[in-house]
């Protein structure tokens, strides 16, 4: 089993708890396709329960590892190692235009630099107020080890740094911000876990260890998955938020999640793929404690992959 990313010790948790379910939002369309050069683009569009809406077209371009020429962006890909090694070699260049007149693009360099490095070039453009942002991400992954660096190059040197080490399915990881015009630590984190592919289990302490989490995810069987996550924050008190979710698989095509929390939320959701290229998903919200009240939520997904 591969080294998680320090963000994703409880990966397998947080997707139980946070992924499809479709309430958080009254509707959402995700459209993917693919050219036939191998250019895909996946246009987003959400409406959100106040009434406002947003989306963002996407395109992203890869070069194979025998090199290509991307019409598109008209220059030629050239790499100065042998790309019949067992580096490999692959350059994915995205951009995207938002409704909020935003242009985000990200140029990935993946294993070519060195073996389990992969660098990114992330920039945000508005041209509104003509603003602009860049940061340089370097991601570096072996068998025992995954380490991460994001470094902000506009509006002052910042860095946030996490690094994972794991060894038979125990892992333990830390995270640091770093202020290079102050030379002072920002912020930090720890975190240990155990996986296994039945179950997972981790501790996090964020906020410079003031907020701690403790986690687990269980894969029951083939159709059933069950996790829950416990919370508290050392300096507002002494109450511990819980939440508990589950998953049950219908069939191959559907299933349903159902998760509730500590303050009487509850929450159900429901997805199927309808035919191929198309899934439906449907969500629900609901204030137990206040069921009188208009404060449900519900929401529907239409995802088209074509």
């Known amino acids: 089993m591969s080294i998680p990313a320090f963000s994703d010790i409880a990966k397998s948790s947080n997707d139980l708890l946070t992924k499809d379910f479709f309430h958080t939002a009254a509707s959402n369309l995700d459209v993917k396709s693919k050219a036939p050069n191998g250019v895909s683009f ?19 371009y890869k070069d194979d590892p025998s090199g290509t020429f991307l019409n598109n962006l008209s220059f030629l890909v050239r790499s100065p190692f042998d790309r019949s090694s067992n580096i490999g070699s ?11 007149n935003t242009l985000d693009t990200k140029i990935e360099v ?4 060195a073996k389990g490095l992969k660098a990114e070039l992330v920039t945000h453009y508005v041209p509104k107020n003509n603003s602009y942002g860049a940061k340089t991400n370097l991601y570096f992954k072996q068998p025992n080890f995954h380490g991460r660096a994001f470094i902000n190059l506009i509006s002052g040197v910042t860095a946030t740094i996490d690094a994972v080490m794991g060894h038979e399915g125990f892992l333990v990881g830390a995270e640091a ?6 030379a002072a630590i920002t912020r930090y984190s720890a975190a240990v876990g155990y996986s296994v592919p039945q179950y997972t289990a981790g501790i996090t302490a964020t906020n410079n260890l003031s907020v701690f989490a403790a986690s687990y995810y269980h894969k029951v069987n083939s159709d059933v998955e069950a996790g829950a996550k416990a919370t508290w924050d050392s300096k507002a008190g002494d ?3 819980l939440e508990v979710a589950s998953k049950y698989r219908l069939d191959p095509s559907s ?3 159902a998760k509730v929390n500590d303050r009487g939320i509850a929450a159900l959701a429901y997805s199927v793929l309808l035919r191929p290229g198309f899934t439906l998903g449907l969500g629900a919200s609901f204030d137990t404690q206040n069921l009188n009240e208009a404060s ?6 239409f995802t088209f992959d074509a």
């Open 42 to 60: 996946n246009v987003k569009g959400k409406s959100t329960h106040e009434g406002q809406t947003g989306g963002s077209i996407e395109a992203k």
């Open 90 to 100: 692959r350059l994915t260049l995205t951009q995207a235009w938002t409704t909020a």
């Open 110 to 113: 993946d294993n070519q630099l």
């Open 177 to 182: 911000g770093y202020d290079v015009e102050k």
């Open 239 to 241: 109450k511990v938020g």
């Open 255 to 257: 299933f349903v999640k």
């Open 296 to 301: 449900h939520k519900v929401g529907a997904s």
